[in-house]
Structures are given as C-alpha cells and as structure tokens.
C-alpha cells in the first residue's frame, strides 16, 4: 500500500511537472491518468520493493553523488585512451568480479553501475559473478579493488 | 562580479566540457577496433557528454520547468543506457562475436590469438 | 555559445553515421544508430535553447523515450528474429 501510494504521489507529481497547465479539468485529467496507471500497474503485479525501491531512497541520495563523481572520473581516463595515438592506448580485457550484495535488485544497481561507468561493461551475470569486459587495464585494477561493490552493497542497505 | 555573469561562465565551460566528451565519443566509436571497445566509447558519450551538456542547459534554464524536464531526460539516460548497452553486449556475446582482448604477454598485435581464450 | 554545442553535436552524429555505414556487424550498426539517438534528443534540447523555444524539450524526451524502445526492439529482433514472445528453447526471457 506504501508503494502504492508512492508511486501515484510520483506520477501526479512527474505529471504536474511536466504539463506546467493547473486549470481544474486539465488536473482531473492528470488525476484520471495517474488512478488507471496506478490501477493497471497494480494489476500487473510489479509494484514492490523491486519495481518501486522506497528503501533505497535516502541512502541513494549519498550512493548517486559518488557515483557521478566516479563517472565524472571515469570520462576523462576513457579520453584520454581515445585521445592516444596508437594501439597501446588500450588493453581490452575480461575479469569476473564477485559481488557481495544480497538481493538481486542490489546486484543488478552494481551491474549497472559498472556500466555506467565509462571504461567498464557488464556482460553477463551468472550466479552472483559479474562478466566484465574493461577498456584499459587501469579500469580493471579500478574496478578490482572493490569500492563500487562496498558502496552497492553498502546502499541496499543490509549491512 | 555579477551572479548572473558567473553562472554564464559556468555553464559556458560545462556546454563546451560536453562538446568536447561528445566528439571524443564519436571520434573513439570510429577509432577502436571491434564493437566491445566501441561500446566504451558510447559510453561516453552518453554519460559525459550528454551529463556535462544538461548540466550546462540546466544553468542558463535557472529554476524553472525547462529545468525539471532537462533533469528527467538525465535521469532517463542515466536509467535507459546501461540497460541498452548491456542487452547489446549480451545479445552480441550470445550470437557468437568474441571480443578482441589484449595479450598480456607484453606482444602486441591484434589479439585474433588472445580472443580464443574465453 | 548553443551554436558550438550544435556543431559539436552535427560533428558526432556524422562521424557516429560513418561507423553505422562501416559496420562491420550488425551490432555495430545498432550502436552506432543509438549513439546517434542519443545525439539527436541532445540536439533538439540544444536547438530548443538556441531558438528560444524550450518547449522542443518535450520533444526531445519523447524521442528519448522512443529511441529506448527503438534499439531494444531491434536488438530483440535480431537476437530471436522476431519481436513476439520468446521461443521455448531460449535461455533467456523477454528482455
């Protein structure tokens, strides 16, 4: 019922926002849409702790900063890279990397960090190992000392 | 120094930051040499250059609107590209392209030999 | 100052077309059109800047949307060679 209720102060809010129009019918009909999203979204059974994370609310305001500052970080390393002349510039390799977080909504938010992260792709996860195909072998060692996997694991909130 | 003159120039060096990600992005993408390392490049683009580019829009548009709906297109890349640039990688992984990994014996070559390995 | 964000953003979309006419795989291709779908919701949020008309902005979140749904159809496609539900014998589900 939480979820629910988040998720349709979310999309009126997301509605509101993006219509920019307050006139009363135009509202009633930002209300209509936002009940039948939430209705039909409700019926498709996805509205839980993984469709909708609330729980992860307050720790990603800390997690997505750091994030975004490793990706700030990553950007300029992966430049650099393009911006080298010749074929050492990059060391294309493949590790697996374990991860350390308990459900698989926290393993898929370090996956995809990893490949937001520019220089790092997940490929392939299998059985909690995380497939990783690195630009540069200064990505991999990046990535190896298992600061991203600390902090993931550190925001699904079970430690 | 006027407020307004200072977040002009902020947002003047994120716009040309963004640029500058944007054609190194599309620069890599032409450069490297099989599609695993072009992902990375794409990477970039999407990231940085797309990241430091709204960033910048987002000072000239100032508290309004214009700047919510900026912060939703951010928020939809940085949601949307991973997801897109993984199911590439596995779709391309599963239909038989190997990528081409480096030889860490210190030889360089074009890694044909090195991409058996896994 | 939006004139140089556009031509850097014309730059990429050119350079990006030429890996997508090089290919050489198909997936190659289909990065190289979703880098240039990136590049166009950038250039319409630009453009909208640089004519005074940020109401394009809604435009180019539509496109966002589009250009998502876009290349994971395509990718699905090709990865199954068709777009309905997946066969029994595939490992994975519906992506």
Redesign the interface.
Known sequence: MLHLISLSTTLFGTWLL?SGHYEPLILGFGVGSTLFTVIVVHRMDVVDHEGHPLHLSLRSLIYFPWLAWEIVKANIDVARAVLTPGSNAIQPNIMKVPTSQKSELGQVIYANSITLTPGTVTIDLVDGELEIHALTFAARDGLATGEMDRRASWLEGVG | MDISVVIDIA??AL??A???F??I???G??RFPD?FT??HA?GI??TG??GF??A??LL??GLSL?SV??I??LL??FF??P??TH??AQ??L??G?KPKLHKTSGDQGDGEDASSKI | ??A??T???L???A??L??AFLGP?V??R???I??IG??T??LI??LG?LMGR?EF??I??VY??IN?IG??AI?KF??YSHLGLPHSGDDLGD?
């Open positions: 993006m | 947002s003047w716009i040309i963004g640029s500058v944007l054609v992005g599309g620069i993408a032409l599609f072009r992902q794409a683009t999407d250059g797309a580019l709204i910048g829009l000239q548009g214009v709906k900026l939703f297109i939809f890349f949307t590209s997801t897109a199911a590439l779709a391309a599963s239909s392209l | 100052m939006f140089t964000a031509i850097a953003l730059v990429t979309i350079i990006t030429v890996r795989t997936y190659d289909i990065l190289a979703n880098m990136t590049k919701v950038l949020a630009v800047f940020p902005l809604d180019a979140l966002a949307l998502f290349t994971i990718m090709f990865k992506l």
